[in-house]
T-cell receptor, first 110, second 113 residues
């Protein structure tokens, strides 16, 4: 079976840094994705990791440790518009299928 | 972003009626997916397609069927809608390889009374 865990909610202050963790236990692994989803909207792609290490893209970075089944999304210089749900998803098998975590609702406060 | 549209965007229907949702893409992507999103469950895969007339079941396929007669269209049918199928339905597409992200349509809000 596939299992992906993320915290349900997090709160952070504008201008700060926040780290959203994701742990997974899957029967295979072809990569891990992070998506951002604002309320009432579709998920949008943030990052992709398939090898261990850190991928940096502007204010957003994502880290992967395959041996630990662990990833995190790091958001720097938080802005109010970063208030959204962040979804961790693993490509664990054929058919280019993704298994999603339940998402982490991030609230950015002044 | 991939050009993905879903229709209808909102629908209210009654228990026992059939419902068809349409996903249309203009990117010539090979893979297409239908998900439902519910509080506490996240996105769950219903069915997916890896080519014209090639489809397979996902995690929560009971009560749903799909068809893909051409590359650009992927239809999801609720054969006899039930209240448990009240949800937000997202279509997604992907070009080919596993490292390619999926692109999501705007979603359809379905309420089954």
């Amino acid at each position: 079976g596939q299992n992906i865990d993320q915290p349900t909610e997090m709160t952070a202050t504008e201008g700060a840094i926040v780290q959203i963790n994701c742990t997974y236990q899957t029967s295979g692994f072809n990569g891990l994705f992070w998506y951002q989803q604002h309320a009432g909207e579709a998920p949008t792609f943030l990052s992709y990791n398939v090898l261990d290490g850190l991928e940096e893209k502007g204010r957003f970075s994502s880290f992967l440790s395959r041996s630990k089944g662990y990833s995190y999304l790091l958001l720097k210089e938080l802005q109010m518009k970063d208030s959204a749900s962040y979804l961790c998803a693993v490509n664990a098998g054929g058919g280019n299928k993704l298994t999603f975590g339940t998402g982490t609702q991030l609230k950015v406060e002044l | 972003d991939a050009g993905i549209t879903q229709s209808p965007r909102h629908k209210v229907t009654e228990t026992g009626t059939p419902v068809t949702l349409r996903c249309h893409q203009t990117e010539n992507h090979r893979y297409m997916y239908w998900y439902r999103q519910d509080p506490g469950h996240g996105l769950r895969l219903i069915h997916y397609s890896y080519g014209v007339k090639d489809t397979d079941k996902g995690e929560v396929s009971d009560g749903y069927s799909v068809s893909r007669s051409k590359t650009e269209d992927f239809l999801l049918t609720l054969e006899s809608a039930t209240s448990s199928q009240t949800s937000v339905y997202f279509c997604a597409t992907a070009p080919l390889a596993s490292q390619e992200t999926q692109y999501f349509g705007p979603g359809t809000r379905l309420l089954v009374l």
